[in-house]
């Protein structure tokens, strides 16, 4: 009978063992998420985006196919897809690039194209500013409202107002030269001219008035930029969003091992991502958004290197149209566990040197990697794939230069996206050394309170106003589509953003379960 009561006693414990154990690796909540399937091996995400480099007020973003709006924060990545949106007492900047669009109060735009030929941007309401600062071959920017289309392909300032019930369409030239194209034709406007068109007139109809300037107007040059006089187009492309801020920052040096080298200048207690948080952006996964207002593109693109105990950015060679990436870093520990220490689960990274090579988890397209790596590593054709499409095992058992300069915080304040410098941890360097290194992404999923981007997919509704050149024979020069959103759609999380890599293994989180097990050793009143 004894024994039976024994053997009943150990199936039951080794029932509740798995239970236990969960409870016991778990103290600390994971979002459950729904992945979406494996993304394409030959996918890649934007090569282009936008920053908001400027929040006066109330300024609010919505991404792509979504219906909820969110605060937009500095320095968050602007892509294809996201709209933005003033209050009646906010303005708002974005920098792409070289352009920077100015949001007056009221006003809503969405971001509906980036590539390297045109941006094209729909404004539905209110008033923006536009300085283009250069202009390429077969390059122009193209605002659709309402009414039609404006156009504008050399550098200039333009003004333009969507008009509305209380208004009408305002294009404005302060320097440059735009064409407006509607339904009824189109309109040239040159630098000092304002085309004003009432919303049942053709654009022939448009009345021609000299340009004024107003408050806005004089907002948006307060907050303009002089690229002549800066350091950093001699060193990195125009096309790199970001660039404009460094000046003002830090200093450029050439180094004998590096080339050119940015230096910021900042305490002693500064280091790369480190003043900022992340955030879960559908595209890439986890994205660092950097506190400076220069923060930028040191974040996105180059490496990082500690000369004479300072960190320097270093750009690698010149790159016309260099790759955004979202963090390039590197990470410690298990996938989807991090590191553990005596404070519980923390979450590691530290930012790749020169030379190292980025490899990001959101795409195994071997062109779109070795373009991201360009410039930074030496030569990246010798940068390849394993037969299951994996990188090589070797590229992780390297050493890493900035290894023991990893940043450790909690993973709670990972995963909710909450400041990370006044959260950080400090542990024993063999444990920074011994961590197995995870490229590009930890495997963890945001917390529920974590925002989540939904994935970009086109709307499904277009509104397309055909334009046509004044004197030719109805000859076509593009069609303007306004984008109309359609339903939300469910919210995934990518399965290459979570999923553990080949090189790391199976996630192998410490479980510790200790049973104290009470018996007797002979009859009643006797002690074990």
């Given at each position: 009978?004894?024994?039976?009561?024994?053997?009943?006693?150990?199936?039951?414990?080794?029932?509740?063992l798995p239970?236990?154990?969960?409870?016991?690796?778990?103290?600390?909540?994971?979002?459950?998420?729904?992945?979406?399937?494996?993304?394409?091996?030959?996918?890649?995400?934007?090569?282009?985006?936008?920053?908001?480099?400027?929040?006066?007020?109330?300024?609010?973003?919505?991404?792509?196919?979504?219906?909820?709006?969110?605060?937009?924060?500095?320095?968050?990545?602007?892509?294809?897809?996201?709209?933005?949106?003033?209050?009646?007492?906010?303005?708002?900047?974005?920098?792409?690039?070289?352009?920077?669009?100015d949001?007056?109060?009221?006003?809503?735009?969405?971001?509906?194209?980036?590539?390297?030929?045109?941006?094209?941007?729909?404004?539905?309401?209110?008033?923006?500013?536009?300085?283009?600062?250069?202009?390429?071959?077969?390059?122009?920017?193209?605002?659709?409202?309402?009414?039609?289309?404006?156009?504008?392909?050399?550098?200039?300032?333009?003004?333009?107002?969507?008009?509305?019930?209380?208004?009408?369409l305002?294009?404005?030239?302060?320097?440059?030269?735009?064409?407006?194209?509607?339904?009824?034709?189109?309109?040239?406007?040159?630098a000092?001219q304002?085309?004003?068109?009432?919303?049942?007139?053709?654009?022939?109809?448009?009345?021609?008035?000299?340009?004024?300037?107003?408050?806005?107007?004089?907002?948006?040059?307060?907050?303009?930029?002089?690229?002549?006089?800066?350091?950093?187009?001699?060193?990195?492309?125009?096309?790199?969003?970001?660039?404009?801020?460094?000046?003002g920052a830090?200093?450029?040096?050439?180094?004998?091992?590096?080339?050119?080298?940015?230096?910021?200048?900042?305490?002693?207690d500064?280091?790369?991502?480190?003043?900022?948080?992340?955030?879960w952006?559908?595209l890439?996964?986890?994205?660092?958004?950097?506190?400076?207002?220069?923060?930028f593109?040191?974040?996105?693109?180059?490496?990082?290197?500690?000369?004479d105990?300072?960190?320097?950015?270093?750009?690698?060679?010149?790159?016309?149209?260099?790759?955004?990436?979202?963090?390039?870093v590197?990470?410690?520990?298990?996938?989807?566990?991090?590191?553990?220490?005596?404070?519980?689960?923390?979450?590691?990274?530290?930012?790749l040197?020169?030379?190292?090579?980025?490899?990001?988890?959101?795409?195994?397209?071997?062109?779109?990697?070795?373009s991201?790596?360009?410039?930074?590593?030496?030569?990246?054709?010798?940068?390849?794939?394993?037969?299951?499409?994996?990188?090589?095992?070797?590229?992780?058992?390297?050493?890493?230069?900035?290894?023991?300069?990893?940043?450790?915080?909690?993973?709670?304040?990972?995963t909710?996206?909450?400041q990370?410098?006044?959260?950080?941890?400090?542990?024993?360097?063999?444990?920074?050394?011994?961590?197995?290194v995870?490229?590009?992404?930890?495997?963890?999923?945001?917390?529920?309170?974590?925002?989540?981007?939904?994935?970009?997919?086109?709307?499904?509704?277009?509104?397309?106003?055909?334009?046509?050149?004044?004197?030719?024979?109805?000859?076509?020069?593009?069609?303007?589509?306004i984008?109309?959103?359609?339903?939300?759609?469910?919210?995934v999380?990518?399965?290459?953003?979570?999923?553990?890599?080949?090189?790391?293994?199976?996630?192998?989180?410490?479980?510790?379960?200790?049973?104290?097990?009470?018996?007797?050793?002979?009859?009643?009143?006797?002690?074990?």
């Amino acid at each position: 009978m004894r024994l039976f009561i024994r053997i009943c006693c150990i199936a039951m414990v080794a029932g509740l063992l798995p239970t236990i154990a969960q409870e016991l690796t778990q103290a600390e909540p994971v979002q459950s998420v729904e992945a979406s399937a494996p993304l394409p091996p030959d996918w890649s995400p934007p090569n282009r985006v936008g920053r908001v480099s400027l929040v006066s007020g109330n300024l609010n973003l919505q991404v792509s196919s979504g219906t909820a709006w969110a605060d937009a924060e500095l320095n968050q990545p602007i892509f294809a897809g996201e709209a933005l949106r003033t209050d009646s007492r906010a303005r708002g900047e974005i920098r792409i690039g070289a352009k920077t669009i100015d949001l007056s109060n009221g006003s809503e735009i969405e971001i509906a194209s980036l590539l390297d030929g045109v941006t094209q941007i729909l404004l539905s309401r209110g008033r923006i500013g536009l300085r283009l600062r250069e202009a390429g071959e077969n390059e122009a920017v193209e605002i659709d409202v309402p009414q039609g289309a404006v156009w504008l392909q050399v550098p200039g300032t333009y003004d333009i107002a969507a008009g509305d019930g209380e208004g009408p369409l305002r294009v404005g030239v302060l320097g440059g030269r735009a064409q407006y194209a509607g339904a009824g034709g189109d309109r040239r406007i040159e630098a000092g001219q304002v085309a004003v068109l009432s919303g049942s007139e053709t654009a022939d109809a448009a009345s021609i008035e000299p340009v004024a300037a107003d408050d806005f107007v004089a907002w948006c040059r307060d907050r303009d930029n002089d690229d002549t006089h800066l350091a950093a187009p001699y060193y990195i492309s125009r096309y790199m969003t970001g660039y404009d801020e460094l000046d003002g920052a830090g200093v450029w040096k050439i180094n004998a091992q590096y080339g050119p080298v940015w230096f910021p200048t900042q305490s002693e207690d500064w280091a790369p991502y480190r003043f900022g948080h992340w955030s879960w952006i559908a595209l890439w996964g986890w994205t660092w958004l950097d506190d400076q207002a220069w923060g930028f593109a040191p974040s996105h693109y180059g490496r990082w290197a500690l000369i004479d105990d300072h960190w320097a950015w270093v750009p690698g060679n010149y790159v016309a149209r260099p790759l955004y990436a979202p963090a390039v870093v590197a990470f410690l520990g298990t996938p989807g566990v991090g590191l553990s220490s005596a404070e519980g689960a923390t979450v590691a990274w530290f930012p790749l040197a020169p030379g190292e090579a980025y490899w990001p988890s959101y795409s195994r397209d071997l062109d779109y990697v070795r373009s991201l790596n360009f410039g930074t590593v030496q030569n990246v054709a010798a940068i390849g794939v394993r037969a299951d499409g994996e990188p090589p095992l070797e590229t992780f058992n390297e050493d890493f230069a900035n290894r023991l300069f990893a940043t450790v915080i909690p993973r709670l304040v990972f995963t909710n996206g909450r400041q990370v410098a006044p959260t950080r941890l400090s542990l024993p360097e063999k444990r920074l050394l011994d961590a197995p290194v995870l490229m590009a992404s930890p495997q963890i999923a945001p917390a529920s309170t974590q925002r989540v981007a939904r994935s970009a997919n086109p709307p499904g509704i277009h509104a397309a106003v055909q334009l046509f050149r004044k004197g030719g024979a109805n000859k076509a020069v593009r069609t303007a589509s306004i984008q109309l959103r359609g339903r939300a759609q469910t919210t995934v999380l990518r399965g290459a953003h979570l999923r553990a890599p080949a090189y790391a293994g199976q996630p192998r989180g410490r479980q510790m379960v200790v049973l104290r097990v009470a018996h007797s050793h002979g009859g009643p009143g006797k002690k074990g």
